[in-house]
């Protein structure tokens, strides 16, 4: 049995570890990050050419299950995904962690793009925590009269907002850190999207105990009519449900 993950997530590596060692696993990483954590099993680096690419790569592999495990904000290689897998004939299944759930205390703001993200920031405030990643920078750039706090696993690239102190670091992320991190920069507004997991949950924490507000990116449209697992073990029960049904099902 050869499975194709889609990865670059924690969900996408846990998976590869408990599989490489009874079925062939490949993981294919996209290649945005300089250095990335690599999972077990194969690995791949770099894009397909699409969703054709991508059928032409299940087929001349011979891969008899997709795994869809990128990050819930890469919404273009899942449709690719989906498409690739009906023109190959190949099982597809998304692994998608649950997003985040406001709680009391919560302050969100929910905007449907960056975009929309950016434009809702100066009514909130003044020095603005950015966890969206250093892709997209530029619907913040025009935000001159606000200081940027961009933390990211490499550097950011121009265009950006003028203003900005760029912090490079690499979750997971503690309480404690991220308490100490909104303090030491007086933080008074964090834009996140919504990513899930708990890798990078603890700033919502920090900033629900001192009331920060936060601007939520919504997460982008999945392709409909897939099935989705919430974690790898999910993933891993539904390849066994294949191997047991002889990849029919």
């Keep these: 049995m050869h499975v194709l993950i889609l990865g670059g997530t924690t969900e996408a590596r846990q998976l590869a570890e408990q599989l490489h060692t009874t079925v062939r696993t490949t993981t294919s990483l996209a290649g945005r990050v300089a250095t990335p954590r690599l999972p077990?099993?194969?690995?791949?680096?770099?894009?397909?050419?699409?969703?054709?690419?991508?059928?032409?790569?299940?087929?001349?592999?011979?891969?008899?299950?997709?795994?869809?495990?990128t990050h819930p904000f890469a919404g273009t290689i899942s449709f690719n995904a989906a498409s690739a897998a009906a023109e190959a004939h190949v099982p597809l299944l998304a692994l998608r962690r649950p997003g985040w759930v406001a709680a009391d205390g919560d302050d969100w703001h929910p905007a449907d793009s960056l975009e929309q993200a950016a434009a809702a920031l100066p009514a909130l405030g003044r020095r603005v925590f950015l966890t969206t990643g250093r892709m997209g920078l530029a619907a913040f750039a025009h935000l001159d009269n606000l200081w940027f706090l961009m933390r990211s696993?490499?550097?950011?690239?121009?265009?950006?907002?003028?203003?900005?102190?760029?912090?490079?670091d690499r979750g997971p992320f503690t309480l404690d850190g991220e308490r100490d991190l909104l303090r030491?920069?007086?933080?008074?507004?964090?834009?996140?999207?919504?990513?899930?997991?708990?890798?990078?949950?603890?700033?919502?924490?920090?900033?629900?105990?001192?009331?920060?507000?936060?601007?939520?990116?919504?997460?982008?449209?999945?392709?409909?009519?897939?099935?989705?697992?919430?974690?790898?073990?999910?993933?891993?029960?539904?390849?066994?449900?294949?191997?047991?049904?002889?990849?029919?099902?």
Excluded: N
């Design 153 to 168: 696993v490499d550097a950011p690239e121009p265009p950006y907002p003028p203003r900005m102190e760029v912090l490079l």
């Design 40 to 69: 077990a099993g194969d690995v791949r680096i770099g894009g397909f050419g699409g969703a054709g690419g991508l059928a032409q790569w299940l087929r001349e592999h011979e891969v008899d299950a997709l795994i869809d495990a």
């Design 184 to 249: 030491r920069h007086r933080i008074d507004v964090l834009v996140t999207k919504d990513s899930g997991g708990a890798a990078t949950a603890p700033k919502l924490t920090a900033a629900r105990e001192v009331g920060l507000p936060v601007v939520v990116v919504r997460r982008p449209p999945a392709p409909e009519g897939v099935p989705v697992a919430a974690s790898p073990d999910e993933a891993a029960a539904w390849l066994a449900q294949l191997s047991a049904w002889g990849l029919s099902g």
